[in-house]
């Protein structure tokens, strides 16, 4: 049982790779398992079969990630996959995302619960578009840690030159963006297993640590909000059992801060102040709730309160407003956004109407201008709009906080989710 508690208490680490579609993601994770050994042996066994049957020189480890069949046909990989895998220091959550331009609403929606990406660079093409697309997608999701990975070190004679090289061109293209915190280099090739989790020898010029050893040391600290509280309520819990005649609770998942019995709260959007009376879980009362637990709150007043409600302290309220300017990745293949488009907007766990009062720009993410002659938002497109909702929002701004700065966008005629917001 202690194993077991040991294991639940692990740190956590959520990671997305990125890179074109040769540049041998596939293989970096198939060999980030294979080596920590994370692998079943009958899984080796079909890979190897695979590879022989494919005329494969090598154990082809991309299989081992490419799931579906018609991406182990075509060796691509199409859509997002999210792998489980752990060390004795760390649990790791990957999202693989594909690397072709017209999945960029995949990698949208893989790398935005991320704490750190991988970005794969191949050491023969150096920093190309896809390399840059996806170094701006990291900084507008605000992934605090990038590792740039450059793969195929093998293929250029393990040389420092070509890697130097590559790492000045990635800096200056870095330098224009707003705000990736801390990026690492490694030089390392997948498909020998170099600098993956064990060192290289091939590459003695190189005195950093391998990627196994950054991936479970470095410092995930406070990616939650845990200043400002914010408790926006899903679910009003009435038993009318016997038991529980009176009870009524608020169920929720807590979104920043932390809550205690005994704090004062405000609920929006009536301004009613009251206190926390108590906090229940399915384990019975607790503490103290913070982001990301699921508990039902009840509160000392007997106050009018729905769904969409957020409940928050006096002192530090978030935002209410109608108006809200926001960044956004089209996700729509079928619908075009062209400006006074109505749209439903989802939030925490409120839906309103909402009017797209302006389309501000458009970004070329290739090259980080901003397009304002042609304002029209096709598939994967991303840029920056202003929005009137039909009843006011409880945000922070997205650099604050994920959970309350994000949000999606859905067409009110087919249900579709077109897009995700990020409010500035």
Partial sequence: MSEERGYLDMDLLRFTTAGSVDDGKSTLIGRLLYDSKNIFEDQLEAVETSSKARGDEHVNLALLTDGLRAEREQ????????????????????????????????????????NLAIILIDARKGVIEQTCRHAFIASLLRIQHVVICVNKMDLVDWSQERYDEIIAEFKQFASRLDNVVEVTFIPISALEGDNVVDKSKNMDWYQGPTLMYHLENVYVGPDANHIDARFPVQWVIRPMSNEWHDFRGYAGRVAGGVFKPGDDVVVLPSGFTTK?????????EIE?????????????????ISRGDMIAKPNNQPKVEQDVEAMICWFSEKKK???REKLILRHTTKEVKAIVKDVRYKVNINTLHKIEDDLEFGLNDIGRISLRTSSPLFFDSYSRNRQTGSFVLIDEFTNETVAAGMII
């Fill in 288 to 304: 103290e709730a913070f982001n990301p637990l699921s508990v039902t709150m009840t509160l000392e007043d007997e106050i009018d």
């Fill in 276 to 284: 926390v009376k108590a906090i229940h879980t399915l384990e019975g």
């Fill in 337 to 339: 956004l062209k400006g």
């Fill in 75 to 114: 060796g691509i990989t199409i859509d997002v996959a999210y792998r489980y895998f752990a060390t004795p220091k760390r649990k790791f959550i990957i999202a693989d995302t594909p690397g072709h331009i017209q999945y960029t609403r995949n990698m949208v929606t893989g790398a935005s619960t991320a």
